[in-house]
């Protein structure tokens, strides 16, 4: 048996126990060493009837004097044994587990912990784990294995309990620790554990100090590893061909500006020198360009798009979704075609495209029929969403482009750094003069028809609403948050006078559209939606959303969700409705009434609700980190110096040999290149 072994071929182990174990994605032994427990019962309190009080945790050896199934009138099966220390004899108890009393016999020997309750006036331990005395015991640990100790739990699926990975990992783990290599070199690894100790202690910590100590060496490598991946990838895209830097006729970029309705603000005058920057170096360009809703990423995008044409080069600019695509393609033609550019647009329904100096479409832009020799520059408008897509279409590429990503999804700069670590970061940290705020509120339930009148005073005047739910469908176990479905019904009846259209994720693109348009056309007053509409749909005359169930979403989600409106001259606003009506839920949400910088707000997610909210709107599930967290700003600057510091020293990684082979197999995980 090695690391490498399929689990299935291990005895024991058959096809519903392999589908089981899939469920949790354990295939091979290593991977069941690395399924790490979520927590740790603390059972090392080994202590005796006499002394154990009552909501302790405890753990008690002694004998089963008898055991018996007893069936209750709501046909639940309760097995209840009496247990003796030798000193007072108490009940245990478990719940729908009938098989044991074929398992224990009476006259048995256990070790059993768990928490002590006190039942009709009687000491009794409710569901206890147990282990038989006379069971071998594997020798990672001195004495017992599910009691008696900190005790590991882990993420489990029906059928594979915690005591089950615990007996397996247990009776792998000395085999395989021996053939551990540390791919960690001294320099990096410093006072930290080495891999076989920390794994060791993971599972089988003697306190709590070892879990720390296991967990900071872990955790250092998760992060440490898709570091040295992204700074390699990085290194690659740099040679990776020779490129005619580009000319840059300043003089051409000057009347382009000139020309614009507004002036750039210096922000955006910065990132467009970076870029240009980029186009005069020998390498392609690979930029993201963060920046608010509403800052004025496009026409950047659109002045870089006009410097690529009078290089002879044409351009490929992707939206996340038809609508998008369409937005852009008449903003992009509003700016260019004065300047003789002929722009295009590809999407699934729209295919006229061929000709044109810079092309406008969704992911659909990436069949490779399409893509002509002489493309200078694609453009990527919320990166995010194309990630994946865009860097397999890279992968099949001889002659790359320059690339410009942009998003304005508010990630701190840090943790920008370590998730795109292979881009150069630009970030618009300024917004156009003039620009109004969403006036944001966080509402009480009990002032919503206050709220409603207030929307039907707008609605009067002309203005136009979103009003956003969690949900599409209700949900059956929680019936009191608010569906996109089921509120456009209410709606109807709230607002008898009043137009309602209906946006969600599951309608048809054309339906979508036809939803979209006819919001902007003035057809409906009010946008009943999911968060569909958070990227990008532009409606001047919108002035109010409200959210429902606000609580369910991040701030920066939601301070990207108010980006929809203010979008005109109009004064705007935001209502923040939430179920439930916590003050530290509300608390969460009053930040919103405070500020208007997403960035801020991103932080403030991290250190609230952790990267959970990273991973939902920015990264699902590329970095599956288990124990280190993108929140742990620290340790994302540690690992990342360290990173830096090994592939200065050495970029081949020649000099460490488990260290490049790890690379290799941490690459194709999360930065294919
Ligand atoms: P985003 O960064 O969210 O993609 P857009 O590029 O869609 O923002 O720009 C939002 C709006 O602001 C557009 O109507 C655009 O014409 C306008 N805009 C862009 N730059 C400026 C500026 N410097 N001053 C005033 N308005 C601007
Ligand atoms: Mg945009």
């Known amino acids: 048996m090695n690391l490498d072994t399929k689990l299935t071929h291990i005895l024991g182990i058959g096809p519903t126990l392999a589908w089981r ?25 080994i202590s005796t009837t006499l002394d154990a009080k009552v909501g302790e945790k405890v753990t008690l050896v002694g004998e089963i004097w008898s055991i018996k199934n007893i069936y209750t009138r709501s046909r639940k099966i309760l097995t209840q044994a009496i247990f003796n220390d030798g000193n007072s004899p108490i009940e245990l ?47 990672t640990h001195n004495s017992s294995l599910h009691t008696g100790r900190l005790v590991p739990v882990y993420p489990e699926t029906f059928g594979l309990t915690s005591k089950w990975l615990r007996q397996k990992i247990a009776s792998f783990l000395p085999q395989v620790l021996k053939e551990i290599q540390d791919p960690l070199p001294e320099s990096i690894k410093d006072s930290m554990l080495n891999l076989a100790d920390a794994l060791n202690k993971i599972h089988f910590p003697q306190n709590y100090n070892d879990v720390d100590l296991a967990k900071q060496r872990l955790g250092f490598d998760e992060l440490f590893y898709i570091q040295l991946a992204t700074l390699k990838t990085r290194k690659n895209w740099q040679k990776k061909q020779v490129l005619e830097p580009l000319k840059i006729n300043s003089k051409n970029l000057r009347e382009f500006i000139k020309s614009l309705p507004f002036k750039l603000t210096s922000a955006q005058l910065k990132v467009i020198d970076e870029i240009i920057k980029d ?86 832009l990436l069949s490779k029929k ?96 979103y009003i956003i739910t969690p949900f599409i469908e209700p949900s059956e176990t929680q019936t009191s948050v608010k569906a996109a479905k089921i509120e456009f019904e209410n709606l109807k009846k709230v607002f008898p006078k009043l137009k309602l259209g209906l946006l969600h994720g599951r309608l048809k693109s054309s339906e979508k559209e036809l939803a979209i348009n006819d919001f902007k056309d003035g057809k409906t007053d009010i946008l009943v939606s999911t968060s569909v509409v958070e990227v990008g749909v532009d409606v001047a005359n919108a002035t109010i959303m409200i959210v429902e169930g606000a609580e ?24 923040l409705f939430a179920e439930n009506e916590n003050s530290s839920v509300l608390n969460r949400l009053k930040n919103l009434e405070r500020t208007q910088n997403g960035l801020e707000l991103a932080e403030l997610d991290l250190k609230i609700r952790g990267s959970g909210e990273i991973f939902g709107t920015a990264q699902s599930g590329r970095f599956n980190l288990k124990i280190a967290s993108f929140s742990d700003l620290t340790l994302l600057e540690q690992t990342r110096n360290k990173a830096g510091q090994i592939l200065k020293e050495d970029v081949s990684l020649d000099k460490y040999p488990l260290l490049k082979a790890k690379l290799a197999e941490i690459s194709q995980e999360v930065m294919p290149d």
């Open 370 to 465: 399409l893509l002509p020799e002489n493309i200078g520059l694609i453009v990527v408008d919320e990166q995010q969403r194309f990630g994946v897509e865009q860097r397999s279409f890279l992968r099949s590429k001889a002659k790359i482009p320059h690339f410009l990503t942009m998003t304005a999804t508010p990630i701190p700069r840090t943790v920008a750094l370590t998730l795109y670590g292979d881009l150069d970061l630009s970030i618009i940290d300024e917004m156009p003069k003039g620009r109004k705020i969403v006036k944001t509120f966080v509402v009480p339930n009990k002032k919503r028809l206050d709220s409603y009148k207030f929307i039907e005073k707008k609605v009067k005047a002309g203005d136009q609403v």
């Open 93 to 139: 108890t478990w719940f729908n587990q009938s098989w044991l009393t074929k398992n224990i016999l009476v006259g048995d020997k256990l070790q059993i912990s768990g928490k002590v309750s006190k039942y009709k006036n009687k000491l009794s331990i409710m569901a206890p784990v147990w282990e038989k005395l006379t069971d071998k015991l594997p020798t």
């Open 552 to 575: 369910r979403f991040g701030l920066a989600q939601l301070h990207q969700l108010r980006g929809r409106v203010g979008r005109g001259e109009k004064e705007s606003f935001c209502f």
């Open 279 to 364: 186009l005069q170096k020998d390498f392609p360009m690979n930029r993201l360009v963060q920046g608010e809703v509403g800052s004025g990423k496009t026409v950047v995008a659109a002045a870089i798009c006009y410097l690529i044409f009078q290089n002879n080069l044409k351009s490929f600019f992707m939206a996340p979704t038809e609508i998008l695509a369409f937005q852009h393609f008449s903003t992009l033609k509003n700016l260019l075609e004065p300047f003789n550019l002929k722009v295009g647009i590809y999407t699934g329904s729209k295919k006229k495209a061929q000709e044109a100096d810079v092309i406008v479409g969704t992911h659909a």
């Open 21 to 45: 174990l899939e469920k949790l994605e354990l295939l091979t032994v290593e991977d069941l060493i690395n399924h790490y427990p979520f927590r740790y019962d603390d059972f090392s309190n």
